[in-house]
C-alpha cells in the first residue's frame, strides 16, 4: 500500500493537551459528574474530551478526516469489531482482577462501580451516554489525536503508548489495566482498517456489554430473591475477585487464540496506507525529552488518586 503524508500534532502537544484534559475532566467534569452523573458524563465526554480536540485541530489546520481517520470501513471489518471485542473482554476484566486481587492482599479493595441500571429506561441512557458516547469522543481523543502524535515513534509504540495513556485517563488503579488491554485492541484495529469507526463500535459495544452484564445479574438477583448474587454487585470481598480472576483466566485462554485470529483478518479498504508515512523532521533530545514533560504531572496525579482510593 502506498503511505501517505500528512499534517499531525508532535509529542509535545499531544501530551500537553492530554495534560490539560485530564486536569479539566478531574476538576470541571468531576463536579459535574457529582451533581448528576449522567448529565455530567455527557458534558465530560462531549465538552471537555471530544469538542474541545477537534476545535483545536480545525484552528490548527489539520485535515480532520485524515488526522482522526474518519472514513468508511468495510461491513465485514464492522462485523468483526464486536466479536473481537468480546473475545478480548475477559482478558480485560482477568487484568483488572489481577490489580484487586493484589491489592486485597494488602487491603480491602473498594472498587468504585457506575451504578447498575434498575430498569429498561435506565439501561437505554446507559447505552446512549456509557456505551455510544465514549465510544466516540474518547476514541477520537486517544486513537485519534494522540495515537497520530505518537507515530513518529513507530506503529507498535504509538498503539501501546495511548493505550497507556487512556488506561490512566480513568485515575483509577483498579481500573488501569483492562483499559490498557482494550486501548490496544482499539489502537490495532485503527491501524489494521486504516479507519477509526472500527475502534469506535468496539469500544462502544465493549461498554454496552458491561453494563448489560451487570443489568442482567441484577435483573436476575431480583427475580431470583437471591441476595448474594445482587450484593455481589457491590462487593469488596477479595474472594470475589480471586474466583473472577481464575474464571477469567480459564476464559481468556479459551478464547483469546479467536480474538487473535479474527484480529488479522481486519483490513483496509483503502489503497494508502492505513499507517501515515511521517514527516522528516530532525527531533534533538532535548526535545524529545521536553515533549514527555507534561505526562509527569499526569503520572503525579495517578499516582496521589492511587494513594487517596487505597487509604
Same mark, same amino acid.
Given at each position: 500500500m502506498?503511505? +501517505? ?8 502537544e !499531544?501530551?500537553t ?8 475532566l478531574?476538576? $470541571?467534569?468531576a463536579?459535574?459528574?457529582?451533581k448528576?452523573?449522567?448529565? =455530567? ?7 471537555? +474530551?471530544?469538542?474541545?480536540?477537534l476545535?483545536?485541530s ?11 481517520? $474518519?472514513? #468508511?470501513t ?9 466479536? *473481537? ?5 475477559p ?11 493484589l /491489592? ?8 468504585f462501580? +457506575?451504578?447498575t ?6 439501561l437505554l441512557?446507559a447505552?446512549l ?7 466516540l ?6 486513537r ?9 515513534l513507530? &506503529? ?6 495511548? !493505550?497507556?495513556v487512556?488506561?490512566?485517563?480513568h485515575f ?5 489495566? =483492562?483499559?490498557?488491554v482494550?486501548? /490496544? ?18 469500544h462502544?459495544?465493549?461498554? !454496552?456489554?458491561a453494563t448489560?452484564?451487570?443489568y442482567i ?20 470481598d477479595? &474472594?470475589?475477585? *480471586? *474466583? ?7 476464559l481468556?485462554?479459551? /478464547?483469546?487464540?479467536?480474538?487473535i485470529?479474527?484480529? #488479522?483478518?481486519? &483490513?483496509?479498504d ?12 530532525e527531533t ?5 525529552? *521536553?515533549?514527555k ?6 503520572a ?7 494513594? +487517596? /482510593?487505597?487509604?
Open positions: 502506498e503511505e +501517505i503524508k500528512i499534517r499531525k500534532p508532535n509529542e509535545l !499531544a501530551n493537551y492530554y495534560m490539560i484534559i485530564g486536569i479539566a478531574l476538576t $470541571i467534569g463536579y459535574f459528574q457529582e448528576d452523573l449522567y448529565s =455530567g458524563l455527557i458534558i465530560t465526554e462531549y465538552l471537555i +474530551i471530544m469538542l474541545p480536540v476545535l483545536y480545525k484552528l490548527r489546520g489539520f485535515n480532520i478526516s485524515r488526522l482522526f481517520r $474518519i472514513k #468508511k468495510s461491513v465485514k471489518n464492522v462485523l468483526l469489531a464486536p466479536i *473481537i471485542t468480546l473475545a478480548f473482554y482478558v480485560a476484566v482477568f487484568a483488572n482482577s489481577l490489580v484487586i486481587v /491489592i486485597s492482599f494488602f487491603r480491602e479493595p473498594k472498587v462501580q +457506575i451504578p441500571p434498575q430498569n429498561k429506561v435506565e441512557r447505552f451516554i456509557v456505551a455510544v458516547s465514549a465510544g469522543c474518547e476514541e477520537i481523543l486517544f485519534g489525536f494522540i495515537m497520530r502524535a505518537y507515530e513518529k513507530g &506503529k507498535k509504540i504509538a498503539i501501546l503508548l495511548s !493505550a497507556i487512556f488506561g490512566m485517563f483509577n488503579i483498579y481500573n488501569l489495566l =483492562g483499559p490498557i482494550l486501548g /490496544i485492541i482499539f489502537g490495532y484495529m485503527t491501524y489494521r482498517t486504516g479507519s477509526i469507526l472500527t475502534s469506535m463500535v468496539a462502544m459495544v465493549n461498554n !454496552a456489554f448489560t452484564l451487570s445479574v441484577l435483573k436476575y438477583s431480583n427475580i431470583t430473591k437471591n441476595t448474594e448474587i445482587k450484593n455481589s454487585l457491590n462487593t469488596n477479595p &474472594k470475589q475477585y *480471586i *474466583i473472577a480472576a481464575v474464571v477469567m483466566g480459564g481468556s485462554l479459551l /478464547i483469546l487464540p479467536l480474538g485470529r479474527l484480529l #488479522k483478518k481486519l &483490513k483496509s483503502d489503497t494508502t496506507a492505513a499507517f501515515s508515512a511521517d514527516e522528516k523532521v534533538g533530545m532535548w526535545m524529545k525529552v *521536553i515533549g514533560l507534561p505526562l509527569i504531572p499526569m503525579l496525579l495517578f499516582i496521589y488518586l492511587t494513594y +487517596i /482510593i487505597l487509604k
